[in-house]
C-alpha cells in the first residue's frame, strides 16, 4: 500500500532564507507525486506534480521538488522564502491505476522576520 | 472559473446526532472526492464519484456515513449518528477526468466544512 513520510512536522526559517521541505513515499511502482499547499481556513492548492520524465519539476509561486528514486524521496524547495510562503505543506502519492491519492501529515512553515 | 463550493463552512453539533455537508465541484469535472482532515494529519479519502457512480469508497464508515451524488453534479455527506471522533475538517474535491486518467490527479479542493462534535 501507498504511504508518505513528512519528517518534520514544524519548521521555521526566516524570510529571504532557503527551504526545503522532505518527503518519503512508499510505493512498488512508478508513483505519481504531488505537493500541495494550505493556509488557514482554505482547501489545499497543488504546487507541482511529477508523473515521468524529468526528475526536477517546477511548480507555482516559485517552488521546485525533485524525485529520487533511490531515496524514495520528493523533496520540496525554494530558494528565497516569503512571508507570505508560511502555511501547511501535503505531499502526496498516488499509484499507477485508479487515482486515490495518500497524504502525509503535513509540515508547518512558518516564516520570522 | 469558479471553485469547489462546499457549505456550511462550520459546524458544532452534539455526539449522536445528525449532519450533512454539501458541495458543489467545478463545472464539467467528472469525478467528485470527499476527504476527512483530522487535526495533525493529511487529508484520508472517504469517497470518490465518477458522475453519479461510486469509484471507491473503501475507507467510509457505512455504519454511520453515507454520500450521494444524484446527478453527477453536486454532493451530498451525511453523518448519523456523530461521534466525538468524528471532529475533523471535510474536503471536497474535483477533477476532470476519472480513474487512470493522468489529469484526474488534478484535484481541485474546496474550503472545507470544520465539523466539531461535542
Known amino acids: 500500500a501507498q504511504s508518505v513520510t513528512q519528517p518534520d512536522i514544524h519548521i521555521t526559517v526566516s524570510e529571504g532564507a532557503s527551504l526545503e521541505l522532505r518527503c518519503n513515499y512508499s510505493?512498488?511502482?512508478?508513483?505519481?507525486l504531488f505537493w500541495y499547499v494550505q493556509s488557514p481556513g482554505q482547501g489545499l492548492q497543488l504546487l507541482l506534480k511529477?508523473?515521468?520524465?524529468?526528475?526536477l519539476v517546477q511548480g507555482i509561486k516559485g517552488f521546485e521538488a525533485e524525485f529520487k528514486r533511490s531515496q524514495s524521496s520528493f523533496n520540496l524547495r525554494k530558494p528565497s522564502v516569503h512571508w507570505s510562503d508560511a502555511a501547511e505543506y501535503f505531499c502526496?502519492?498516488?499509484?499507477?491505476?485508479?487515482?486515490?491519492?495518500?497524504f502525509g501529515a503535513g509540515t508547518i512553515l512558518r516564516v520570522k522576520s | 472559473e469558479a471553485g469547489v463550493a462546499q457549505s456550511p463552512r462550520y459546524k458544532i453539533i452534539e455526539k449522536r446526532q445528525s449532519v450533512a455537508f454539501w458541495c458543489n465541484p467545478i463545472?464539467?469535472?467528472?469525478?467528485l472526492y470527499w476527504y476527512q482532515q483530522i487535526l495533525g494529519q493529511g487529508p484520508k479519502l472517504l469517497i470518490q464519484?465518477?458522475?453519479?457512480?461510486?469509484?471507491?469508497d473503501s475507507q467510509l464508515p457505512k455504519d454511520r456515513f453515507s454520500a450521494e451524488r444524484l446527478k453527477g453534479v453536486d454532493s451530498t455527506l451525511k453523518i448519523q449518528p456523530a461521534k466525538l471522533e468524528d471532529s475533523a475538517v471535510y474536503l471536497c474535491?474535483?477533477?476532470?477526468?476519472?480513474?487512470?486518467?493522468?489529469?484526474?490527479?488534478?484535484?481541485?479542493f474546496g474550503p472545507g466544512t470544520r465539523l466539531t462534535v461535542t
Open positions: 463545472s464539467g469535472h467528472a469525478t
Open positions: 510505493y512498488g511502482a512508478t508513483p505519481y
Open positions: 474535491a474535483s477533477s476532470l477526468e476519472g480513474p487512470r486518467g493522468s489529469r484526474a490527479y488534478e484535484q481541485y
Open positions: 464519484f465518477q458522475n453519479n457512480g461510486v469509484v471507491d
Open positions: 502526496a502519492v498516488g499509484g499507477e491505476y485508479g487515482n486515490k491519492l495518500v
Open positions: 511529477y508523473f515521468s520524465g524529468d526528475t
